[in-house]
Structures are given as C-alpha cells and as structure tokens.
C-alpha cells in the first residue's frame, strides 16, 4: 500500500497512521512525495518527509514531474500519473490520502457553489478510482480519514513531536478553497449543518453507487477488442447515465468528466433506441444493435490498453461499493 505525503499535517498524520498499522499488520507500506517543481522549496520538503518516514520505518520515494508547466489542473493530472505509476511499480493497487473531515465540508461549498446536484454534494469518496489514465493496472484512492477533523490530525503530530510544513498557498485569498475554508472556521455551526447534511446525502448516494456496481458487474460484457456491450434498456434517470458515463470511459481510456448536458441529451435519446444514430462523446462511440447498447473507442486502443478494460472495469465496481 502507498501513502501520500506531502508535507503537511494531515499527510503526515495519515503517514504515522500507516506507520503503526503496517508495523501492527505486518504490511508494506510506501511513501511517495511529489515534487512539481513549481516552488523552490518543494525539493526540501520532499526530503523532510523521507526523514520522517525513515524515522518510522516506511520506505519513500520522491516524484519529480520532469517538465513543469503552471496551472493547478495541469499540475494535479502529472501529480496523478506520477503517482500511479510509482504504485504499479511498487506492486500496489491502492495510494491512501489524507483528505479530511475539513476537506469534505469545503467541497460541500465549492461544489454548491458550482452548480453540483445532490450526487456531487456528498462529497469526496471514501474509494475511487484514480483518474490516471491507462495503460497500466488501475490503481485506487483510499481516504481514511474523511470523517477526522484536521485539527484532530495536528493534535497527533504533536503528541508524536512532529512538526509539519505549511504551504503558503493554504492562506492565499486568490484561491477558492482558502476562502472557503476562512467562512467554515468563522461559521462552525455552518461547518456542523454541512457535515450533517453530507451524511446523510451519503447515504443515498452509497446505495446509488452499489446499484451501478451490480449493473456494471452483471450486465457488461467486455469484448476482446475492447468494445463494451450492455443489455437495453439502461437503468433509470441519473443511475443510467452514469452508466453511461462509466461505460464511456471504460471504451476511450479517458477520465476527464464528460459534460453533463451532452450526456443527459445521449442518455435520453438512448430511451428512444430506435432514433439513435451512432454518437461520439468523450472519445467513444456509442450505438444500438440488436437491443444492445455498444461502446467503443473512437480511435482505437493500443493493446495494452484493451487488455486493462476488464481489470478497470473490476476496479471501478470495487470504487462503486466503496470497499475492497
């Protein structure tokens, strides 16, 4: 199992975590830091994490993205594929991170603010699938700590006497989440209503989450060129089109979301299978034969990725169930 650590409290604190539950276990478990190299300090706080972990006896290595471009999103998807690659060659299918109780509260608003529907306000998954894209084994994120305030995880380090590194971009205003973060700290009764309403729009949201499972793992069928095939009609309202979706992405190899009003019009023409003319969305064709509803890669795959469909596929239910 792989560990990510930044540097701050609450990767640090998810280190020690592991820590004691490999030494209780008997386990492996792996640290793995990224280093952007978008700030100069990155490289120092990379080798301040190895010291802790070779403190506690945990292996660690430091990913250096090799051609650093600007921009959070560019830098969150090479922090991805860095760290899934690092994990395949580690032998491990799972990388835990220490999103927080904190983490869940200020995506509630974030997401809300965006627009999100109910399914999105739930909040960060305690199990997804990672969004690096194949070729290789799918790797998943595990997040233990999504019901521990942060503070709680500071309390810890310091009982441990650890100290931890405080990004400078956690108190810059320019960024959304800091902003956010400042109005739950100075609400806390806001912060308590949000994390009830999460829980229970949790819920609703396993149960939609086990129902895609059980349709993903009955009904499709992997062919061995890599086309998905799945039974008409798809389950129903906002279930089928996240099928849909998963189907999509499961035939392209990509993982980016697909934009909601295209999908919400594909789903509903494929109500109507026999007005359905072959479509494209997110890099996938998707069409209609003899009552079955077909997804395949627009331009092709390459072989290794058509030999990971089914393991993705596998992956993707065990992140639906939301337990290994």
């Not at 997401?111 to 070729?135: D, F, H, T, V």
């Not at 739950?184 to 086990?210: F, S």
């Not at 895609?212 to 389950?235: F, H, K, M, T």
Request: net charge positive.
């Amino acid at each position: 199992m792989c560990v990510a650590v930044s540097g701050g409290g609450d990767s640090l604190a998810l280190l020690l975590i592991a820590a004691d539950w490999a030494q209780t276990r008997r386990r492996d478990v792996c640290a793995l830091t990224v280093d952007h190299g978008l700030r100069p300090e990155a490289a120092g706080e990379a080798r301040f994490v190895a010291e802790i972990a070779a403190r506690y006896g945990i292996p660690h290595r430091t990913l250096r993205w090799e051609a650093p471009q600007p921009g959070q999103a560019k830098a969150r998807r090479a922090r991805h594929h860095l760290l899934a690659a690092a994990a395949r060659e580690a032998g491990s299918v799972v990388i835990l991170t220490a999103h927080t109780q904190d983490d869940n509260a200020e995506t509630f608003l974030i997401r809300a603010r965006a627009g999100s529907g109910w399914y999105g306000l739930a909040g960060i998954q305690p199990l997804s699938l990672s969004p690096a894209e194949p070729p290789g084994v799918p790797v998943l994120l595990g997040r233990p700590l999504l019901a521990t305030p942060r503070a709680a995880l500071r309390d810890l380090l310091q009982t441990h006497g650890e100290g931890w590194v405080e990004d400078p971009s956690n108190e810059n205003p320019a960024y959304e989440r800091v902003r956010v973060r400042r109005t739950l700290a100075e609400d806390p009764a806001l912060r308590a209503r949000i994390l009830v309403l999460q829980e229970r729009l949790q819920l609703l949201r396993q149960l939609q989450d086990q129902a895609l499972a059980n349709w993903l793992s009955q009904y499709v069928e992997v062919r061995p060129d890599g086309a998905l095939r799945a039974p008409l009609p798809p389950p129903p309202g906002e279930r089928g089109e996240r099928a849909l979706a998963a189907l999509i992405a499961l035939a392209s190899g990509r993982t980016r979301p697909l934009r909601s009003d295209a999908l919400h019009r594909l789903a509903h023409r494929i109500t109507r299978p026999d007005t359905l003319r072959p479509a494209t969305l997110g890099g996938a064709i998707v069409a209609v034969r003899k009552d079955k509803l077909h997804v395949t890669a627009e331009h092709g795959l390459a072989p290794e990725q058509v030999n990971a469909i089914p393991a993705r596929l596998a992956a993707m239910v065990t992140a639906c169930s939301g337990h290994m």
